[in-house]
């Protein structure tokens, strides 16, 4: 894989450019950002510290070719770019994994297919680009009107840590689909795979100024993305208490948003469930990417009938997840992303303990080959107080509460009881139960005897503090379009005079 050039081959990836209107580019400040590595606690990567000048020179970049050469090409001509960026993206998968895996802290073979489906979903948007149409309305026998699907204009696209490459493309996938420029932002924790995404889709010929990338930190390059006025659209993903502060700095210019925030997911399993399909999904929903997920099934809601049987197994079954290295194909769960979040967590398990009863794990591995990484061990809770923080907030780490039920009515008020509402599971063999749990949980996405299948298809964000508006599916590119309305008037007879001005 050619790579952008980068020095310290005997240490840290030192990226020293940002991508501004097809350029590699120093920053304007000469400061840096050390992202961490997550297996060891060192250093990872180096990249350029941008700072609002950045943030408005990429605006600028994106904004001249939205009005130039992007504007100049059909809506197949984009979509035939995006499927060429598809395609690189999938020749180079393997380096790539390897590349996030590193800088997330995420097992290799997770990130794996998650980079091989990154492309995925930038084929299902590059199909899309020249399907998005308008309407033709017939107003009155004389009078008819079509509508136009036009480009929001310049969107930025702020990303987290947990998965950089597949996250970014539920967002650039249908922003330059519907004819839009893009400045991505990557995450100060992990994020460098971006620097690639702007290499590979410079070399497969998008126009400069299509695809920008400016890394800094979220507090300087935050605001200056949200207050910026050429800046037409933002689309988020990460905290609430993030996205309330863009909602509030971009207040002024009326910015389209799309929010993806977190989340506190109850998994919810009924004495009638096929319980072996439930027990191997609630293990893999609590600890998946190391806990690191906005849709992790946190809260395990249990029938009292089978709630200490399976609690058992639960434990069992946890002791057996192996926490390791990312590079090694045997680990289950990786390190936390970094030594903050990893306090975070550390500080939540700690109030766990003098709120519940702690049944498994609750430290870091024995393992002494992981040294002075970022590691936890995967945590369960039992007994715990419905209202503890354990129980209603995002910790982002493998922490995972156990709380029981006695009936269909509890089980809701205790899906619904969190300010949260993204991904909900129900395992029940009644199907009539499923279907009355998935209309009365507040959730944008509910599972039934399965555990969020995300999928390119399928329309995807929450309820609450956990968002506003929708990624993937069908809609989600005419989120960034804005309809423009166009009447004509083809009648025989000219226009009535309404103030009868001729009679006077």
């Known amino acids: 894989m050619t790579t952008i050039p980068w020095g310290g081959m005997n240490g840290p990836r030192t990226y020293e450019h940002l ?10 400040g000469d400061g840096a950002i050390e992202m961490p590595d997550p297996a060891t606690g060192g250093v990872f990567a180096v990249v350029p510290a941008g700072d609002e000048r950045d943030v408005d020179a990429a605006v600028r970049a994106a904004r001249a070719a939205l009005d130039g050469p992007w504007a100049a090409l059909t809506s197949s001509q984009r979509g035939t770019l995006l499927y060429a960026l598809a395609e690189r993206i999938a020749a180079e998968a393997p380096e790539l994994a390897k590349l996030e895996s590193a800088d997330t802290g995420r097992p290799l073979r997770d990130v794996s297919g998650e980079v091989a489906r990154t492309a995925d979903w930038l084929r299902f948007f590059a199909g899309m680009a020249d399907k998005v ?21 310049v969107v930025a696209a702020i990303i987290p840590s947990n998965s950089p490459l597949n996250l970014t493309s539920w967002k650039l996938g249908p922003a330059l689909a519907a004819g839009n420029t893009i400045v991505l932002k990557p995450s100060e924790v992990a994020g460098v795979s971006l620097l690639e995404l702007g290499r590979l889709a410079c070399e497969v010929g998008f126009p400069p100024g299509v695809v920008n990338v400016v890394t800094g930190t979220g507090p300087v390059v935050g605001p200056a993305i949200a207050a910026h006025p050429g800046i037409d659209k933002i689309s988020f993903t990460g905290s609430a ?11 002024s210019t009326l910015k389209r948003l799309t929010l993806e925030c977190g989340g506190k997911s ?3 399993v009924f004495d009638d469930a096929d319980l072996e399909s439930a027990l191997n999904m609630a293990v893999f929903a609590a600890f998946k990417s190391s806990g690191q997920s906005c849709s992790l099934g946190s809260r395990l809601l249990l029938h009292n009938a089978i709630r200490e049987e399976f609690t058992a197994e639960l434990v069992r079954r946890t002791a057996l997840v192996r926490v390791g290295r990312p590079l090694d194909p045997t680990s289950d769960i990786g390190p936390q992303a970094s030594a903050a979040q990893l306090a975070k967590t550390t500080r939540y398990i700690e109030s766990g303990k003098a709120s519940a009863s702690l049944a498994f794990g609750g430290g870091t591995p024995p393992d002494e080959d992981l040294g002075r990484g970022f590691y936890v061990q995967p945590t369960v809770f ?3 107080d419905p209202t503890s923080a354990i129980a209603q907030e995002e910790i982002f780490g493998p922490v995972l509460s156990v709380l029981g039920f006695d009936d269909e009515a509890q089980a809701r ?3 619904n009881s969190t300010r949260y509402g993204l991904t909900a599971a129900v395992w029940t063999r009644d199907l009539g139960r499923a279907h009355r749990m998935a209309r009365g949980i507040e959730a944008g996405l509910v599972t039934l005897n399965c555990y969020r299948p995300v999928s390119w298809m399928l329309p995807y964000g929450g309820m609450k503090l956990s968002g506003l508006g929708r990624e993937n599916g069908v809609d989600a590119i005419y989120d960034y379009t804005e309809p423009k309305t166009v009447v004509y008037h083809h009648g025989p007879e000219p226009l009535a005079d309404p103030y009868r001005l001729l009679d006077r």
């Open 133 to 153: 149409v308008g309407r033709s309305i017939e107003v009155t026998g004389d009078m008819s009107a079509y509508t136009i699907p036009q480009p929001v204009g």
């Open 19 to 28: 991508l501004i209107g097809g350029t590699w580019r120093d920053a304007y």
């Open 382 to 384: 039992v007994d715990v």
């Open 266 to 268: 109850p998994n919810i």
């Open 413 to 415: 008020r205790l899906a």
């Open 241 to 251: 208490e993030a996205a309330q502060a863009i909602m509030a700095a971009s207040s």
